[in-house]
């Protein structure tokens, strides 16, 4: 039996304003059994009042000091800088669920767990489109992963013994710590319990767009690192969407120039039923996660929409690679 003795909570965050507040006092209102907690915010470079607001809450504040913020550089800082046996990550647009810790805490009695995550929905999902289908991409069946999100809690044995976070990555960070965590043998459990309320506050196609591109550069980045190990890792995620990308976009282009070229309607309605074929398809398979078919029928069209900005994410980082030079940080709000 595992009894929790010492949290650490690590907050992270960069100009979230209100959300952070949200983020901080839930922490502060979590269900305590007992465990001494040590709340910890570390800020990447904030202009507002986020350092001030911590401080007056509690928390431990840490500002760091680096021209290229990442998520990674900030998680790491903040589980140094305690002692917990657990450390909790949270983003600073997210509001913890008071129960979460208390319950999910038990799943450490099995030695071989390292980190335990529970399900993060968006708090806002009729606030936009966007929010709306990017609610059920945060979706997950229950039990063992090979990766977890931003928000999850950590055995701090586990963090140590793989060194915690890749500072050198601006993305897929928790998924290329979690396949080190593997190597050495512990174990990732997603477990059917509500964790953390999130804020995604996206309303612009922009935002939309960098979020995507932000993603498909971290698939890029990390299935490089690890290319020639014995255990490749989203190898076959990079080769997926370079063949979607490359079949959306060749149908965009084979449908508008037939219908210049022939002067008819008719490739671009055939190119029009293909993609609503393809989202009817993904939207069935996705049909467990929500009851409200316009919401499933957003959802599978956003399933193949992204895959044009994710692959021009990794256009993006080849052509930096062969550049020599080093990603910035790729925010979308």
């Known amino acids: 039996m595992f009894v929790l003795q010492r949290l650490t909570v690590v907050v992270i965050g960069r ?42 809450l509690g928390f431990q504040a840490i500002a760091l000091q680096t021209e290229r913020p990442t998520a990674a550089k900030g998680r790491n800082a903040g589980w140094c800088a305690g002692t917990g046996e657990l450390v909790l990550f949270l983003d600073g647009d997210t509001v913890l669920h008071p129960d979460f810790v208390a319950n999910a805490s038990r799943e450490f009695g099995d030695s071989s767990v390292a980190v335990v995550w529970g399900h993060r929905r968006e708090s806002h999902p009729g606030a936009s489109i966007y929010n709306r289908v990017l609610d059920l991409d945060w979706m997950y069946q229950p039990g063992w992963t090979p990766f977890c999100g931003g928000d999850a809690l950590f055995r701090r044995s586990a963090l140590e013994a793989a060194n915690g976070f890749d500072e050198t990555l601006i993305a897929g960070e928790e998924p290329e710590l979690c396949r080190r965590i593997l190597g050495q043998g512990g ?35 990390i299935a490089e690192r690890f290319r020639n ?48 074929l393809l989202a009817v398809r993904s939207a069935w398979k996705a049909r467990w996660k929500s009851n409200s078919a316009l919401t499933l029928l957003l959802y599978g069209i956003h399933s193949h929409l992204q895959q044009v900005p994710i692959f021009f994410g990794q256009l993006r980082f080849r052509r930096n ?5 080093k990603s910035q940080l790729l925010e979308y709000k």
């Not at 901080?24 to 305590?32: G, H, P, Q, T």
């Open 15 to 56: 100009n979230e304003g209100e959300r952070l507040a949200a983020c901080l006092r839930s922490v502060l209102a979590m269900r305590n059994d007992g465990w001494r907690v040590e709340p910890i915010y570390v800020d990447s470079g904030s202009t507002d009042d986020s350092v001030a607001l911590a401080e007056s």
């Open 187 to 221: 174990r990732i459990l997603h477990v059917n319990l509500p964790m953390t309320r999130h804020d995604l506050a996206i309303t612009r196609w922009r935002q939309y767009w960098h979020r995507a591109s932000r993603a498909g550069h971290a698939y890029a980045e």
């Open 229 to 276: 190990s014995d255990n490749p890792f989203w190898m076959d995620e990079v080769k997926r969407n370079q063949r979607r990308a490359g079949v959306l976009l060749f149908v965009l282009i084979f449908g508008v120039l037939s219908t210049l070229v022939f002067r008819s309607a008719w490739p671009l309605l055939a190119m029009l039923a293909f993609y609503l």
């Open 321 to 325: 690679q062969r550049a020599g030079l």
